[in-house]
């Protein structure tokens, strides 16, 4: 059973840093590529940042998150992970983990929401001004 644990979020204020954490279990974890996306009431899901599978392990940023943002993983621990910072009130949202075999990741591809086949329950994250 495929399992997408997050942690990390919390009350931050603007500017501040945080790490999300995403427990991976119960597929081969080099076979998938893992994302990070978020959605703030009203909106739509949105893709933040994502990382390829073992082959290619290539990243895509949003923009909106483009050096404030760092995604990595940690195979060994079946463990991924985005480190935040300079956030934003803007950046109020749940985040979640999710992942989708076999997607090609780049710099302007594989990170949309309808892409990805298995979800965490979500963190959120909350930046006050």
């Known amino acids: 059973e495929v399992q997408l644990v997050e942690s990390g979020g919390g009350l931050v204020q603007a500017g501040g840093s945080l790490r999300l954490s995403c427990a991976a279990s119960?597929?081969?974890?080099?076979?998938?590529?893992i994302g990070w996306f978020r959605q703030a009431p009203g909106k739509e899901r949105e893709g933040v940042s994502c990382i390829g599978s073992d082959n290619s392990r290539r990243t895509y940023y949003a923009d909106f998150v483009k050096g404030r943002g760092t995604i990595s993983s940690d195979n060994a621990k079946n463990m991924v992970y985005l480190q935040m910072s300079s956030l934003k009130p803007e950046d109020t949202a749940i985040y979640y983990c999710?992942?989708?075999?076999?997607?090609?990741?780049?710099?302007?591809?594989?990170?949309?929401?309808?892409?990805?086949?298995?979800w965490g329950q979500g963190t959120q994250v909350t930046v006050s001004s």
């Open positions: 999710a992942i989708a075999r076999w997607i090609l990741v780049g710099s302007d591809y594989g990170c949309r929401p309808n892409e990805y086949d298995y």
């Open positions: 119960g597929f081969t974890f080099d076979d998938y590529a």
